[in-house]
């Protein structure tokens, strides 16, 4: 079956941008989360949905990114006034249940934001 | 707070040698640990995972780690290297904080394996 997936696979903007990156969740998924890979460190904790609401998004860095899931499938990470720090890897993971119960974190692609 | 350091940046094995790729974790409640590896240009995919259940725990593609709480340690290991094994590593922890499963994650070691 399909995983997740994420589009576009690289992005290419301009400082000052605002840019939009979208997830698809395995079919069925409740839990979605976002993920950032900056250069040769590990994925950093962004925003977690269960269903259609925020139920953590204690990782975003500052009030230019946002999230939404409006109908608890496919996600949108939105980022305004991009700055050349927001390059880096996003990363998307949908999971069965999330609320504990601790299953697989599935994750997709990503997408390369690369801000000039 | 959770925290994972990831001993080694880069690891370096022959063919058909042991791998060993270190994670120390800290956290303040009882952790769940996990492995994932990341090949070049694809998402991360679960090795293993360690959920309080056995402490030796068995993974893909001939992969375990041990759960040590004294040491406070959940290494990765696999007794022949192959060719297939070179990939980036990532430990990672979770607490379950507020029902929020997300995971933490180490720097990553990047595995190679010589012929």
């Known amino acids: 079956g399909a995983g997740v997936s994420q589009t576009p696979s690289n992005k290419v903007t301009e400082k000052g941008k605002y840019v939009e990156l979208r997830c698809d969740p395995i079919s069925g998924h409740t839990a979605l989360y976002w993920y950032r890979q900056s250069l040769g460190q590990g994925p950093e904790f962004l925003i977690y949905?269960?269903?259609?609401?925020?139920?953590?998004d204690s990782g975003l860095p500052n009030d230019r990114f946002f999230a939404v899931r409006p109908e608890g499938s496919v996600s949108t990470l939105k980022i305004q006034r991009t700055e050349r720090g927001d390059s880096a890897v996003y990363l998307c993971?949908?999971?069965?249940?999330?609320?504990?119960?601790?299953?697989?974190?599935?994750f997709g692609p990503g997408t390369r934001l690369l801000v000039l | 707070a959770q925290s994972v350091t990831q001993l080694g940046s880069h690891v370096s094995v022959s063919e058909g040698a042991l791998v060993l790729l270190r994670c120390n974790y800290s956290s303040s409640v009882p952790p769940y640990l996990f492995w994932y590896v990341q090949y070049p240009n694809q998402g991360l995919q679960l090795l293993l995972k360690?959920?309080?259940?056995?402490?030796l725990v068995k993974g893909i593609n001939g992969f375990e780690a041990e759960f040590k709480k004294s040491e406070t340690s959940f290494h990765l290991t696999k007794p022949s290297a192959h060719m297939s094994d070179a990939a980036e590593y990532f430990c990672a922890v979770s607490a379950l904080v507020g029902g929020s499963e997300k995971l933490v994650f180490g720097k990553g070691t990047k595995l190679t394996v010589n012929p």
């Open positions: 360690y959920t309080s259940a056995a402490t």
């Open positions: 949905f269960q269903g259609t609401g925020a139920a953590d």
């Open positions: 993971a949908s999971s069965l249940k999330g609320l504990g119960s601790l299953e697989t974190q599935y």
